[in-house]
Structure formats: C-alpha cells, structure tokens
C-alpha cells in the first residue's frame, strides 16, 4: 500500500517510513497539514498516518478537511501522537478517525496497524454487494449507505461496523468481538471506542440509528425487525 506519513519530527518520521517500507509498504512522508491535504488530493493514499501537532494546522482540523470533502473521506486514518488522555481519543474517533496510536509507539505496532487496515480493506472488497434494512441501505461496492434515499457521510471504519452489524441481523455482538471483527487488531484498544463509534453512528443514521440496539451488559446487535 502507499501510505502518507504525516509527521513534522523527521527522525521519527524517517524509522516510520522505514518500517513500513520493511513490511512491504510504499511511505511518502509530508511535515505540514497542507502538504498531507495536497497529497492526498492529488495522489490518494491507502492509508493516512497523521500527528497530532503540526506546525501549521492542527491534525484534527487535518482530519475534519479530509472527512468533509467526499474525495478523501474514504481514506483510513490513524492518528499517531503523544495526547493519551481518553477525552483526546474520543475527539480523534468522533472527528473520524479510524485508529488511535499513542507516543512513544514501537515501529512493530505502526506496521501492525496499518496491516490491520489492509486486512479490513480486503474485507470490505468482499462486503455483500446490497443490504437493506427498512430505510437503511447500504452499498458494499461502492462503501456507500443510504436512509431513505439520502447518502450519510461515513467513515471507511463506520461503513464497516454498520456492515458488520447488519451482517448478521440479531446476533450480539461483545463490544470485544466488535473491535476484533472491526478493528482487527491486536494491541490493546479501549471498548469504550467501540461506544463512541456505535453512537457515531446512530447519530449519523438518524431514524434509522435505532436499528443498532444495544443489549445491556452485553453489547451490540442489528434488529431483526425493520423499523416500521
């Protein structure tokens, strides 16, 4: 995969991209919000790595100008950075986005990481083709979902749980099963990211946002019964 290295430390910049060239990956590395927003409309990345701190733009404004515009929004990102507080994970997952690595990281679990989106990306390539659930649709081809024959702005990680979800109609889902099934990775990751996406998401849904119930003490499940 190609992967946009967005890092204004260029030491550490420079042990990421050789990392990820040792697992078999492509790094292009930027130092500024600018350069990453250039370079990921002119030359689409596969993944985006983005720092926190930058020295012109904030990597969360970064990543609001990526989801806002429907020719990034798809890209997976990770954030990378040194802001480990659970309020700054939260921001980072409601802003869109897809993973979360925290400072001082090993360069194992970067390449890690990013391996666990190009499994999620072979898995979506065989995402069913249509599901439909009352108002809800959703495109498995195309990554696009529909209410009510509105498109709703989703994240490639978004698309992905409510696929995981609709998938299996009625099953609970564990919140840890969730971040296996969804997430794919094996470091540790809080469950409380699978609560904020789940809401992320039913906000984002609106009516439909009930579709996704949640089974007290348990976890997650996609009703099998179409919303009347």
Known sequence: MRILVVEDESDFARLVAAALERAGHRAVVVGTGDAALWEAHARPPDCILLDWMLPDLPGTEVL???RSDPATRPIPVILVTARGEEVDRVVGLELGADDYVVKPVSLREVALRVAA???????GDRAPPVIVAGPLR???L?????VAGAEVDLTALEFRLLVALASHRGRVFTRE????EVWDVHTEVETRTVDVTVKRVRDKLGPAGGLIETVRGVGYRFSDQDPS
């Not at 195309?142 to 529909?146: E, G, Q």
């Not at 099963?177 to 296996?180: E, F, V």
Request: hydrophobic letters at 35%; a positive charge.
């Open 64 to 66: 609001r100008r990526l």
């Open 117 to 123: 989106v190009t499994r999620r990306r072979e898995q």
């Open 138 to 140: 959703l495109d498995g």
């Open 142 to 146: 195309s990554h696009r979902a529909f």
């Open 177 to 180: 099963a969730l971040l296996r």
